[in-house]
């Protein structure tokens, strides 16, 4: 899949001091995760229902 004209997004509540970030982007059907630190690295393609899964996992932390 093509990646590269999608719009990335960090958390809001992620900040600038080099910590642990993913990046999402919304394509067709699925939610792209990338590590922030390593933008040109390996991404993770999820259907949008596990997706809501794993946020509810990590948020649960």
């Keep these: 899949?093509?990646?590269?004209?999608?719009?990335?997004?960090k958390a809001t509540r992620s900040g600038d001091n080099g910590g642990n970030c993913i990046e999402v982007a919304?394509?067709?059907?699925?939610i792209a995760v990338r590590d922030s630190k390593?933008?040109?690295g390996p991404r993770l393609l999820l259907p949008r229902d596990?997706?809501?899964?794993?946020?509810?996992v990590v948020r649960n932390l």
């Design 26 to 30: 919304s394509v067709p059907e699925t």
């Design 38 to 40: 390593d933008p040109e």
């Design 50 to 56: 596990e997706f809501r899964t794993f946020a509810a």
């Design 1 to 9: 899949m093509d990646l590269t004209h999608v719009t990335w997004r």
